[in-house]
Nanobody, 123 residues
Framework: QVQLVESGGGLVQAGGSLRLSCAAS????????VAWFRQAPGKEREFVAA???????TLADSVKGRFGIYRDNANNAVSLQMSSLKPEDTAIYYC?????????????????WGQGTQVTVSP
């Protein structure tokens, strides 16, 4: 059983940066795809980014060039570096994990979820 805990959310002005972290307890992230999803008020949860155990990653088109996802195997964590933030990035950001070598952009394929962290970007 993997337990995920997100941290690093907060309030930032448009154009600013934030770094989210997802820490795992119970097991290591080896063999897991770790992803970030987000859900804005009144909208469905959407894929943001994911990284394989090998390090290969995928980013949503809406965040390419602004966000990066990184694994920190030494600390059993995955971070989401967000820059050039826009008000439309405002959402609750969730970390999720699945036992696989294949990235999925659909949240139905992720078994383990964190509690979420709020990111608010002001104009």
């Amino acid at each position: 059983q993997v337990q995920l805990v997100e941290s690093g959310g907060g309030l930032v002005q448009a154009g600013g940066s934030l770094r989210l972290s997802c820490a795992a307890s119970g097991r290591t992230f080896n063999g897991y795809v770790v992803a970030w999803f987000r859900q804005a008020p009144g909208k469905e949860r959407e894929f943001v980014a994911a990284v394989r155990s090998s390090g290969g990653s995928t980013l949503a088109d809406s965040v390419k060039g602004r966000f990066g996802i990184y694994r920190d195997n030494a600390n059993n964590a995955v971070s989401l570096q967000m820059s050039s933030l826009k008000p439309e990035d405002t959402a609750i950001y969730y970390c999720a994990a699945r036992v696989s070598a294949v990235i999925s952009t659909s949240d139905v394929w992720y078994r383990y979820w964190g509690q979420g962290t709020q990111v608010t970007v002001s104009p």
